[in-house]
């Protein structure tokens, strides 16, 4: 059973960094895609960033420049380094990974989800 483990999640203030992990493991193959979601209070849940098992990465507008997002094969663990936070990057912040064959930032190419960690931004 695949499960996702995060961490990293905390309190800040605007300007402020943050470093999130996902720890994976019950995987019988390594997924083609993961990537990190958010949710904030009221607001559906939007995809931040991606990354394929070659190392191709995507992003959203709003955290282009910002955020990136990595891997460690060895460990895995899939990482989001967070800077320059502002309030509006306040929400619950998802790992996710897909078994399927296309790397994107829609929440329906994504089959297996964290639990998620809070990050919690004040201005």
């Known amino acids: 059973q695949v499960q996702l483990v995060e961490s990293g999640g905390g309190s800040v203030q605007a300007g402020g960094s943050l470093r999130l992990s996902c720890t994976a493991s019950?995987?019988?193959?390594?997924?083609?895609?993961m990537g990190w979601f958010r949710q904030a209070p009221g607001k559906g849940r939007e995809g931040v960033a991606r990354?394929?098992?070659?190392?191709?990465?995507g992003y959203a507008d709003s955290a282009k420049g910002r955020f990136t997002i990595s891997q460690d094969n060895a460990k895995n663990t899939l990482y989001l380094q967070m800077n320059s936070l502002k309030p509006e990057d306040t929400a619950m912040y998802y790992c996710a990974a897909s078994s399927g064959q296309i790397c994107g930032l829609n929440n329906n190419l994504f089959n297996y989800w964290g639990q998620g960690t809070q990050v919690t931004v004040s201005s």
């Open positions: 990354i394929t098992n070659l190392g191709t990465r």
């Open positions: 019950g995987y019988t193959e390594s997924p083609y895609c």
